[in-house]
C-alpha cells in the first residue's frame, strides 16, 4: 500500500494523469484503502484489473464490493478504470460517476487474424480472417475496435454512453 500511495503522488506531482489502485485482498486492506481515500480529496479516479486474482469467480464479487465500499465511504464522485472482464461494468456504474474500459480483445483478436461479427447485436463472433504476407492489419483493428466498442457500449451501457471512434 505504501508503495502504490508513495508512486501515486509522485506521478500527481509531476502533473501526470493517475489513477490509484487500490491494491487489496482482505478486508483489512481495504479498510485501510477507504481510509486514504476518504482523506485525499486529490484522488478522483481508481484502476482496477479483473483478469488475475480479483477476476476469479469466487474472488469478484468481493472485489467488486470493496470497491463500491470505497465509492461510498469517499464522501464524493469518483471515476474507475477497468480492465478485464467487462461483465463487471454494470455493478460498478452503480457506485461509480464514470467506469472507463479498457478494452483489449479486439487488438489480440486482430493479431490473431480474427474479424469481429455481430451475432444478433447481442454477441461477437470472431472466424479467422487471413491476410496475405505483407499485408496491414490497420483496416482489420479499425474494424475490430469499432465493432468492439458498439458490442459492449450497447451491452454495458445503453444509449446513454458517448460512442469512441477508433482513431
Known amino acids: 500500500m505504501k508503495r502504490i500511495a508513495i508512486t501515486f503522488e509522485e506521478f500527481q506531482r509531476e502533473g501526470l494523469s493517475c489513477a490509484l489502485h487500490p491494491n487489496g485482498r482482505t478486508y483489512r486492506d481495504f ?16 484502476a482496477y484489473e479483473f483478469i488475475t486474482g480479483s477476476g476469479q469467480k469466487l474472488r469478484r464479487q468481493f472485489h467488486l464490493d470493496r470497491l463500491a465500499d470505497l465509492a461510498k465511504v469517499s464522501g464524493r464522485e469518483l471515476d474507475i478504470v477497468v480492465r478485464g472482464d467487462p461483465q463487471v461494468i454494470p455493478f460498478l456504474r452503480q457506485f461509480y460517476r ?15 487474424r480474427q474479424r469481429a461479427e455481430r451475432l444478433d447485436n447481442n454477441a461477437l463472433r470472431w472466424p479467422a480472417a487471413p ?15 469499432e465493432e468492439q466498442i458498439a458490442f459492449l457500449r450497447a451491452t454495458y451501457y445503453g444509449s446513454d454512453a458517448p460512442f469512441a471512434k477508433a482513431a
Open 31 to 46: 479498510e485501510r484503502w477507504s481510509k486514504f481515500i476518504a482523506e485525499r480529496s486529490e484522488i478522483e479516479t481508481l
Open 98 to 112: 464514470r467506469v472507463i474500459y479498457i478494452e483489449t480483445n479486439a487488438f489480440m483478436k486482430t493479431l490473431k
Open 131 to 145: 491476410t496475405i504476407v505483407g499485408e496491414t492489419v490497420d483496416k482489420l483493428l479499425i474494424h475490430n475496435v
